[in-house]
């Protein structure tokens, strides 16, 4: 029974998109779950104000990555899966950290000077010694995320895994610290655990080798623009309201609430860790010419399916296990939007996986309309439902749109367009 067991697994293991899924899920579950451990820690030792201000700051550091430099990372994942050698591929991760580099070192910048003159809820931000550990935090989480793609796509997924965990793991390290649970060292902590993950998971690429391809990388890259251009509406319409949502209950109820729903969304995204998992891997992989993406779709959701059947589980029958940790109030604050969540990752899941399908036959332009569709429509619908239904009105938005998008696949995969 053993031996067919471990027979059963090392066939499984030995799938790239099974291997992948499951590394990429490890490393986000880890992920996630270091982040509402960190944000439990912030919230029973600075309270929710604090916390629901950090937490929409470093929202608006992803917020960053993503308007700046998400799509050079997700367009290279495809590069270096179609490249024909390992030079080639060599070539492409190093324009790929390059160009990342510099695009989230201006868009931290703007994010500290120009952003809190529009948003005045993240007025803090221009605050000198926060605004250093804001910039810092966009570049390292830019490249963190581009070195990621770049393990994923020459097959080194565990390096992901790796970077994921030491990064979560030491911005715990701030608690040990007596008094040190003000805003600046939350993040801080943030900011130069980042960079020391970053650090590491370079030093395992080994990139010597491809030093002698930097003087070209952004030359190399802005003549792609186009292509990087297609992935990046993708990705920021895709991303939008994931970001923005806690910056929207930041604002339209106030510190004290957004304390209560970031922690939760948080939790929430746990859900949102499988979908992008496989999709992701789905993308990295080499995809017959032909192939009918319906099959593909169908295939990558089936197995989503199953990897959701236990998570679902625990937040139907115990959320207010899960939610207690947090405090007094986040049990009975949130259990409503913690299953809203939960019932959202199912359309969430077919979504992402179109996505892929659609990235991977650069049918660009449709997939930018459908992730742009849902988040105009999360974030438009987020306002009046706030107001009604207080923070659980964000995950009925988050809900709503992704249902809008799932029943919009099977018309989106038919057609003929191309992107």
Request: net charge positive; glycine share 10%.
């Amino acid at each position: 029974m053993i031996t067919r067991l471990r027979s059963s697994v090392a066939r499984l293991w030995s799938v790239g998109l099974y291997r992948n899924s499951f590394l990429i899920l490890a490393t986000q579950a880890v992920t996630s779950a270091v982040g509402y451990l960190f944000w439990a820690l912030s919230a029973r030792d600075a309270g929710p104000a604090a916390t629901g201000l950090g937490g929409s700051l470093l929202s608006a550091v992803s917020a960053t990555h993503l308007v700046t430099a998400t799509g050079v990372v997700v367009g290279t994942i495809r590069l270096l899966a179609e490249a024909s050698d390992a030079r080639a591929r060599r070539a492409e991760a190093v324009r790929a950290g390059v160009a990342t580099a510099v695009l989230s070192l201006v868009g931290g910048l703007l994010l500290v000077t120009a952003v809190p003159r529009l948003v005045g809820s993240l007025a803090p931000a221009a605050e000198p010694w926060l605004a250093a550990a804001l910039v810092v935090s966009v570049v390292a989480t830019s490249t963190g995320l581009a070195l990621d793609a770049v393990s994923l796509a020459v097959g080194r997924t565990r390096i992901m895994l790796v970077r994921g965990a030491v990064a979560g793991l030491a911005r715990l390290l701030v608690f040990l610290l007596p008094g040190a649970t003000s805003l600046h060292d939350l993040m801080w902590s943030y900011a130069l655990a980042t960079v020391v993950a970053d650090l590491l998971a370079l030093a395992l690429l080994r990139p010597r080798e491809a030093l002698r391809h930097v003087p070209r990388a952004l030359p190399d890259v802005w003549g792609r623009r186009r292509y990087f251009l297609g992935h990046h509406l993708t990705a920021l319409g895709g991303a939008g309201a994931v970001y923005l949502l806690p910056v929207v209950v930041l604002t339209r109820l106030g510190p004290v609430e957004a304390g209560y729903f970031y922690p939760t969304w948080l939790l929430g995204s746990l859900f949102f860790t499988i979908s992008p998992a496989v999709a992701n891997a789905y993308l990295a992989r080499t995809t017959p010419p032909g192939e009918p993406l319906g099959a593909q779709v169908r295939q990558a959701v089936v197995l989503i399916g199953v990897l959701l059947v236990l998570p679902l589980l625990v937040v139907a029958l115990a959320p207010d296990l899960l939610l207690g940790a947090l405090g007094p109030g986040y049990a009975e604050r949130g259990r409503v939007l913690l299953w809203v969540l939960a019932a959202s990752a199912l359309p969430d899941a077919v979504t992402n996986v179109a996505v892929a399908a659609l990235r991977i036959r650069r049918r660009l332009g449709t997939a930018a309309a459908l992730n742009t569709g849902m988040s105009v429509l999360a974030l438009a619908s987020a306002f009046p439902l706030l107001a009604a239904l207080g923070i659980a009105g964000g995950g009925v938005a988050w809900l709503l749109a992704q249902t809008a998008g799932a029943l919009a696949v099977p018309v989106l995969l038919r057609s003929r367009e191309r992107g």
